[in-house]
């Protein structure tokens, strides 16, 4: 059984920080992608970030240097380290990985930016 939680999320205000952790069940985050997405209120879900395996790293232009993606291989977990956030960082946080050529999303985690 493959299941990601998501944690971390909660209320910030803007220039805040905060820190999403992803656990992962079933499969081992070492051997596999995983990426972070948001969904904001009325929109679709879009890419965050990602580590791969091989421990390359992607981030989208817009959280470019606010935001670092790592894991930690004893615990099983990925984590999302976001800083000076902006309002525009508003939304549902999931994380996602692929097993057997199916991907797996987390139940998501809620980041409310505040001014």
């Known amino acids: 059984q493959v299941q990601l939680v998501e944690s971390g999320g909660g209320l910030v205000q803007a220039g805040g920080s905060l820190r999403l952790s992803c656990v992962a069940s079933g499969i081992t985050v070492t051997d596999r992608t995983v990426g972070w997405y948001r969904q904001a209120p009325g929109k679709e879900r879009n890419f965050v970030a990602e580590i791969r395996s091989n421990r390359d790293t992607f981030y989208d232009a817009s959280v470019k240097g606010r935001f670092t993606i790592s894991r930690d291989n004893a615990k099983n977990t990925v984590y999302l380290q976001m800083n000076s956030l902006e309002p525009e960082d508003t939304g549902i946080f999931f994380c996602?990985?692929?097993?057997?050529?199916?991907?797996?999303w987390g139940q998501g985690t809620q980041v409310p930016v505040y001014l």
């Open positions: 996602k990985t692929w097993h057997s050529r199916t991907g797996y």
